[in-house]
């Protein structure tokens, strides 16, 4: 009989075989998902992105080369900067940037038994950036660089009124390039496609928009919006706002307020240019004297009005900004240096000098220059205290004002010129002058001693040097009489007689023996020999017959050669 608890036969036998299989399953499960796992663990994850390039699926060396090939392009493309409307470019090499490869797809595969981790291996990704190597100091000098081409310098404004119209230039603000801010932009951004936005400093002008606007509104426009009337004594007249503008600037000051100034000059030159304009000024004109058939005639003497320059610019720019734009300026009275009163209170009362010389009344031209000058000079007026010039009346003596050629005396010899022969009219009129006791200021004697001339006492004459000059320092007028007739000429001098005029002369001194020259020039001119020689003649200046003063006269004449003349055509 068999016992109830007995095993049967067989049944331990099925179990062990039953779990042998299980093992064997399990140990081949677990084999098959370490080799997907070592499988995985060689190749990027499935879905994995590296600078936006699909790398997913590959071993390291395949996702290197596929993401090299890529970004290429993007990796030498030209950094683009903007500021302010203003751009730039740096080329990546030149400033430091590289993309680093290697790194970028470092640690993208390895071994994991996580099955978490396996499973996203193989059905998800990542998502990453491009590594990159950046050489600090190249990227700040190429940024440096490109920071010139986006600065802005600061332009001041301006407002003018030139011309009579206003003019504003606006301010310009400034911008400067923060390299160290703009270096780091790149560095953490590149490569990038888009435009990077450069910080910049900004500088602003000293002079606002603002108030640029508000002296045009309150100064400029009103400056130029017509004319200014201006009242001066009993005249009224205008002055343009062009003419004014002239004289306005507008500088400002350290805190950019800006201040019309004004040119005082400017302003002055203007008003006064538009009074004379107006005939609201005139200059004090002094009496004159004419005589006409030997009789005196007295132009009266004017007052003159003029404005005074201490007080014009003041109110004028005062009614530049006034609604009225009208200013009222001070006006002063000139008198003349000689009055009517005095003019008729120095008229010649009879003669006071006179003085002839002669000449050869056949001598040609030289004899009608002399007749001409001499009518010329006739009743010519000379006020109290004037300078009288001899060439100042006569002026150039031209063909044009019936000048002939006559004789003169040029470095040394004789020879012709229009006008030849009219410094006998000045020697005749010298010695009047010095009879008359007036003051000489300019003449010269001849070049060497001629005969029929007192010795010391004759005065050449040529244009527009040497002159006749002397002032009147009489008690009146002067008037000139001078005629020519025959071989003679005679100059009078009336007037106020004031002195008693003696003159003495001295002995020859340093007497000169003249050469003897032979000159066969078809221009040469006999000349007959003279000895040259010093002489002094004083001039006595007497009153009552006391002896009030004397003056000196220092003659130095040189010989004259004696000439003759071997040409045929020679005189």
């Known amino acids: ?48 992105k590296v600078g936006g390039v699909q790398v997913g699926g590959l071993d390291p060396a395949a996702a290197r080369k596929v993401l090299e090939t890529a970004v290429a392009q993007r990796g030498s493309a030209p950094v683009a900067l903007t500021a302010g409307g203003k751009s730039a470019t740096i080329a990546p090499a030149e400033a430091g940037l590289a993309i680093d490869l290697d790194a970028s797809v470092e640690d993208l595969t390895g071994f994991s038994l996580n099955p978490v981790k396996l499973v996203s291996h193989l059905t998800g990704g990542a998502t990453r950036s491009l590594e990159t190597e950046v050489d600090d100091s190249k990227l700040k000098a190429a940024v440096t660089k490109a920071a010139q081409a986006l600065a802005v310098a600061p332009k001041e404004g301006s407002i ?18 923060e390299v160290d801010k703009t270096a780091d932009l790149i560095a953490d951004s590149w490569p990038r496609t888009a435009p990077i936005v450069a910080p910049v400093t900004a500088s602003t002008p000293a002079v606002s928009a603002e108030e640029l606007q508000r002296v045009k509104t309150e100064f400029a426009d009103k400056a130029v919006s017509g004319p200014i009337a201006v009242k001066a004594g009993d005249k009224t007249f205008e002055i343009s706002a062009a003419s004014l503008a002239a004289g306005i600037t507008f500088p400002a000051d350290a805190d950019g307020k800006i201040t019309p100034k004004f040119d005082d000059k400017i302003i002055i030159a203007a008003v006064t240019a538009a009074a004379d304009k107006a005939d609201a000024t005139a ?42 734009r009208a200013a009222i300026i001070p006006v002063t009275v000139s008198q003349p240096k000689f009055t009517t009163e005095q003019a008729k209170a120095t008229l010649p009362k009879g003669m006071i000098s006179t003085f002839t010389t ?52 040029s470095e040394g010899r004789l020879s012709e010129n229009y006008g030849g022969g009219i410094s006998q009219v000045s020697t005749t009129l010298f010695n009047a002058a010095f009879f008359a006791g007036v003051k000489f200021e300019q003449y010269q004697a001849h070049g060497f001693y001629i005969s029929r001339y007192p010795e010391g006492r004759e005065a050449t004459i040529s244009f527009p040097y040497p002159d006749n000059r002397w002032t009147n320092t009489t008690d ?59 002489v002094t003649v004083t001039r006595i200046f007497k009153q009552g017959g006391a002896t009030l003063r004397t003056e000196a006269f220092n003659t130095h004449y040189n010989p ?5 003349c071997t040409h045929p055509d020679a005189k």
């Open 358 to 409: 002669h000449f050869p009344a056949n001598g040609g031209g030289r004899v009608s220059n002399i007749r001409l000058a001499a009518r010329t000079l006739n009743n010519t007026y000379v006020a109290p205290g004037a300078t009288f010039s001899l060439n100042g009346v006569l002026g150039k003596r031209t063909p044009e004002k019936g000048y002939v050629k006559g004789g003169v005396i």
């Open 476 to 534: 009146g007028g002067i008037v000139i009489r001078s005629s020519s007739s025959g071989g003679q000429i005679t100059v009078s001098f009336y007037g106020t007689k004031k002195w008693d005029i003696v003159a003495t002369k001295s002995p020859r001194r340093n007497v000169v023996t003249p050469k003897k020259i032979t000159d066969p020039s078809p221009k040469c001119i006999t000349q007959n020999p003279t000895p040259g020689f010093d």
């Open 560 to 564: 004259e050669d004696d000439v003759t």
């Open 160 to 177: 003018s009124v030139a011309g009579g119209k206003v003019a504003v230039v606006a301010p310009v603000k400034g911008q400067a390039v």
């Open 1 to 48: 009989m068999t016992d109830a608890f007995d095993q049967q036969p067989g049944q331990p036998r099925r179990r062990r075989g039953a779990i042998a299989v299980l093992v064997g399953a399990f140990v081949l499960l677990v084999a098959g998902y370490v080799g997907v796992a070592a499988y995985a663990s060689g190749r990027t994850p499935a879905d994995t």
């Open 283 to 324: 200059k004090a004109t002094d009496a004159t004297v004419s005589y006409a058939s030997g009789q005196p005639a007295v132009v009266p003497s004017k007052t003159g009005v003029a404005l005074d320059p201490t007080k014009i610019v003041a109110p004028v720019t005062a009614a530049l900004t006034s609604p009225e």
